[in-house]
């Protein structure tokens, strides 16, 4: 069903709406709002809300600042925790758009729309099943985070699991937004968790991601907790994935492309192409998935995390895992991506994994046999298996060189995501950690 600007005004009347954040998110992903009270939002249906782009760093320069804010409007929701705090106010995401209407070439969001044409034009809808794991610390002495995690639970536990109760308010406000949670439980390390989001289109995914971190961070904060989406926050335990369900559909019937009975691994041609993008394309776009110094913590041997490039099913350190697939249900036929992080800006993340997995059905890129041994107990170095980069400095030069990654960002947004992440590179690479104080300066 259409959603027209009437109807949003009648159901912000009936709800009583205040105010309305239109949100939006730069290039690396933090997300950003303008508030307007609910007598302009008649005016905002209709023209958008200007703005200063170049206010925001990485986004636009001063000669290209104004621009606008075009609410979709299938993402209006009214924020539950304002309302509990005596404010009333709606959320709608928004598209970036210049003076002359046209979408903004730095729009994270229109990289994904790009993307997503792309795969219509080949007759296909990009569906994704994110699963979001974070921690929960409890705050120190001083008020601020710290790394003292809220419960001494494990995996799946329940007796010791002391935010059953919070998970579950998060489930409710995140139904609020129209998010569809399929399950939530307790992660492998103490204070760590799993929220898995159902499946739906790739841009409506980038849109949950987005609101479930905020909402994650909200509802935490209300328990006088904070949750971190921090890649590895703790040394010597699982770090936070963020692993991605990928499966294409027939634009016309609905039907899924990736499924086929007679195939050892259930997967049709089609999907086995897609996932050979996938390990084609891994080291260009992992500083997109993986975008911060410390992500390249998480990406290390031991942990259920990917680092060699290769795909399987009964082994979840794999970069790409094929889940079983039940004749009964072709339906959920898909590939899980295990190397994306949660600090990763949605949009572009998906935007490149799409184009990757299209690459490889284009070029009919042959997919390389499995492998399916004990990868904790193999050494797979002998094997001489690709590799993720190790560091976010090698990962940001093998970006630049894959031209179906930048391609997918496009060179206004390619300039200033590699410019950022540059810098933060190059601080991290000058900084004296206490780690090195200690090893060497007792030594030499």
């Known amino acids: 069903m259409v959603v027209t600007p009437d109807a949003i005004l009648k159901q912000a009347a009936e709800q009583q709406v205040e105010f309305v954040s239109l949100q939006y998110t730069d290039i690396v992903g933090m997300v950003k709002n303008v508030t307007i009270p609910i007598s302009e939002l008649p005016d905002c249906l209709d023209h958008g809300v200007w703005f200063d782009?170049?206010?925001?760093?990485?986004?636009?320069?001063?000669?290209?600042?104004?621009?606008?804010?075009?609410?979709?409007?299938?993402?209006?929701?009214?924020?539950?925790?304002?309302?509990?705090?005596g404010f009333t106010t709606a959320r709608m995401i928004c598209d970036v758009r210049t003076p002359d209407g046209k979408s903004f070439a730095g729009d994270p969001r229109y990289a994904l729309r790009r993307a997503l044409d792309a795969a219509r034009r080949m007759g296909m809808t990009f569906l994704v099943g994110p699963e979001v794991e974070f921690f929960l610390f409890r705050s120190?002495?001083?008020?601020?985070?710290?790394?003292?995690?809220?419960?001494?639970?494990?995996?799946?536990?329940?007796?010791?699991?002391?935010?059953t109760h919070i998970r579950r308010r998060m489930v409710r406000a995140l139904a609020a937004f129209g998010i569809d949670v399929e399950a939530t439980h307790h992660e492998g390390a103490l204070g760590q968790h799993e929220i898995d989001l159902r499946h739906t289109h790739?841009?409506?995914?980038?849109?949950?991601?987005?609101?479930?971190?905020?909402?994650?961070?909200?509802?935490?904060?209300?328990?006088?907790?904070y949750a971190t989406f921090m890649p590895k926050p703790i040394g010597g335990v699982n770090g936070n994935?963020?692993?991605?369900?990928?499966?294409?559909?027939?634009?016309?019937?609905?039907?899924?492309?990736?499924?086929?009975?007679?195939?050892?691994?259930?997967?049709?041609?089609?999907?086995?192409?897609?996932?050979?993008?996938?390990?084609?394309?891994?080291?260009?776009?992992?500083?997109?998935?993986?975008?911060?110094?410390?992500?390249?913590?998480?990406?290390?041997?031991?942990?259920?995390?990917?680092?060699?490039?290769?795909w399987g099913r009964t082994?979840?350190?794999?970069?790409?895992?094929?889940?079983?697939?039940?004749?009964?249900?072709?339906?959920?036929?898909?590939?899980?991506?295990?190397?994306?992080?949660?600090?990763?800006?949605?949009?572009?993340?998906?935007?490149?994994?799409?184009?990757?997995?299209?690459?490889?059905?284009?070029?009919?890129?042959?997919?390389p046999p499995p492998v399916e041994e004990d990868l904790f107990q193999v050494d797979l170095r002998a094997r001489q298996f690709d590799v993720l980069p190790a560091t976010l400095g090698v990962a940001l030069e093998e970006?630049?060189?894959?031209?179906?990654?930048?391609?997918?960002?496009?060179?206004?947004?390619?300039e200033r995501f590699v410019e950022a992440r540059t810098r933060e590179w190059e601080e991290y690479s000058r900084f004296i950690s206490q780690w090195e104080l200690d090893r060497y300066l007792p030594v030499y």
Request: proline share 6%; charged share 20%.
């Open 53 to 85: 782009g170049s206010s925001l760093e990485g986004f636009a320069r001063v000669a290209e600042s104004d621009m606008y804010l075009a609410p979709d409007l299938d993402t209006f929701a009214v924020i539950p925790w304002d309302a509990a705090a």
């Open 140 to 163: 120190g002495d001083d008020g601020r985070p710290a790394l003292i995690p809220h419960d001494a639970a494990g995996y799946f536990d329940a007796t010791t699991d002391a935010a």
């Open 202 to 225: 790739g841009l409506r995914a980038a849109d949950h991601l987005v609101t479930t971190r905020a909402t994650l961070k909200a509802i935490a904060q209300q328990h006088n907790l």
């Open 241 to 310: 994935g963020l692993h991605m369900h990928l499966s294409l559909a027939d634009a016309e019937s609905g039907m899924n492309l990736f499924f086929n009975g007679d195939d050892s691994y259930g997967l049709s041609k089609l999907a086995r192409h897609f996932v050979a993008g996938l390990l084609a394309h891994a080291r260009g776009m992992i500083a997109v998935l993986a975008p911060l110094v410390n992500s390249y913590k998480r990406l290390v041997p031991g942990f259920e995390a990917p680092v060699y490039l290769i």
């Open 315 to 367: 082994n979840r350190a794999q970069l790409v895992r094929v889940p079983r697939i039940s004749a009964a249900r072709p339906q959920s036929a898909r590939v899980e991506l295990r190397c994306p992080d949660p600090s990763c800006n949605p949009y572009l993340a998906l935007a490149v994994i799409l184009c990757a997995g299209l690459d490889g059905i284009r070029r009919e890129l042959p997919l």
């Open 399 to 414: 970006l630049q060189r894959d031209e179906v990654v930048t391609e997918a960002l496009g060179p206004h947004i390619l």
